[in-house]
Each structure stands twice: as C-alpha cells, then as structure tokens.
C-alpha cells in the first residue's frame, strides 16, 4: 500500500514544455521532500517543504506544499533533456519515517 | 566533505543465504536509514539507527536487521534470503533524526537467484 500518490507515472514531452507532476496522500506530513533520481543512482534531494501552503523555487523548480499538508506538487518550466529522470517525492509521516511514492518518470526529448 | 558510501555495488545471492550490506555516512551525520527499492517502484523505508540504536522501523520482518557503528557506520543484514529480497538497497544519512533532509549513497543492487 502507498501512502503517497504520485501522477502521472509517466511523462514524455518535447524540450521547452512546461510540465506539472503531482504528488497526493490522505495523511499528513510534517515535511515532505521532492528527489530526482537517475538509473543506478540514489536519489538527490532537490528540495524540502515544511509549511503548509509553502512555495519553492529552485531556478525553473517549482514546489508547493498543500495548506493541509497532504499534498505537493512540482511544476517544470521550460523543460530541458537534463531534466529527465525519475522524480520521487517522500513524507515524513511518523517521527523519523519517510514514506516515498513510487515516482514519475520523466522524459525531456531534445 | 565525503558523500555517502555503501558496497559493494553489485551483489548476488542464492535463496535462503544471509547477506550483509554496508554504508558509511555522510562526514558530521549521525543518523543512518536504509531503503528497498524494487525495480520501478519508489524506495520503502526499512529502519533507522540513530547513534548506535534502531529509532524506527517500517513493516519489514525480523530477518531484515541492521548495526550502527561508533562512526556511525551501518549495516544491513538480510537473512534467510527471498527472491523478492531482490532489489536496490539504499542507505541515507542525516545530521540528527529531527533534520528533514537525507542525502542518499548510490545503493547496492542485489540479486537473489
């Protein structure tokens, strides 16, 4: 059972595209994180939301925390193949436990 | 300042083998978790140790079992091996296990045959 919705699965768009994925859950989080995550890699963690309605940006990132914090999403502007990967976001759901969904995968084509 | 490490990178494994996995933390991190992360799927929390002791476990069993060291180095042993065990197993540090943010190492694929 996932805790954490992510959609869509699945994304392929043309370069320069905007782009917003989404990340849903019926409990709250006390902090919720946004990874990106290459083939055979680990995940890097690109940004943390802690407030409720809280909004990030991270160059052409955008990350929103839900006002309930049961929800985020991340929106791409301008998406660039670099940008492909496999975005993942986790909450922090009891103390010290980080539920992650099972992410969307990306793809920016040239 | 070191990143987060873990070996070996590549391991397989017979069912009904023990295996152990290990991983040194990030230079200052005190807090260790380990993850499952099964093909296509996002990774699963397993445990975490906080300066030598388990603070937190998901709904793994008993064969999964872990060690912090005083260096805060950590393992991951896995028992009686099920080819479901097959996967990428990932640590992640932290500096205290109030701080939300984690860096993670790049994860040890194993595979059981």
């Known amino acids: 059972t996932q805790l954490l919705e992510q959609s869509p699965q699945f994304l392929s768009i043309q370069e320069g595209e905007n782009l917003t994925v989404y990340c849903n859950s019926s409990?709250?989080?006390?902090?919720l994180q946004w990874y990106r995550q290459e083939p055979g890699e680990g995940p890097v963690l690109l940004v943390t939301?802690?407030?409720?309605?809280e909004v990030k940006k991270l160059k052409r990132l955008t990350f929103q925390f839900g006002d309930a914090r049961k929800d985020s999403s991340l929106h791409i502007t301008a998406a660039q193949p670099g940008d492909t990967g496999l975005y993942l976001c986790?909450?922090?759901?009891?103390?010290?436990?980080?539920?992650f969904g099972s992410g969307t995968k990306l793809n920016v084509k040239p | 300042e070191t990143g987060v490490t873990q070996s070996p990178t590549h391991l397989i494994k017979t069912r009904g083998q023990q295996v152990t996995l290990r991983c040194s933390s990030q230079?200052?991190?005190?807090?260790v978790s380990w993850y499952q992360q099964a093909l296509g799927q996002g990774p699963q929390f397993i445990f975490q140790?906080?300066?030598?002791?388990?603070?937190g476990r998901g709904n793994f069993p008993p064969r999964f079992s872990g060690l912090q060291f005083p260096n805060y180095s950590s393992e991951l042993n896995v028992n009686a091996l099920e080819l479901d065990d097959s996967a990428l197993y990932l640590c992640?540090?932290?500096?205290?296990?109030?701080?939300?943010?984690?860096?993670f190492g790049p994860g040890t694929r194993l595979t059981v045959t």
């Open positions: 986790a909450g922090e759901y009891n103390f010290n436990k980080f539920y």
């Open positions: 409990s709250v989080f006390s902090s």
């Open positions: 939301v802690v407030t409720g309605g």
């Open positions: 230079s200052g991190h005190n807090t």
């Open positions: 140790y906080y300066r030598e002791e388990e603070n």
């Open positions: 992640a540090s932290a500096g205290g296990p109030t701080t939300y943010e984690q860096y």
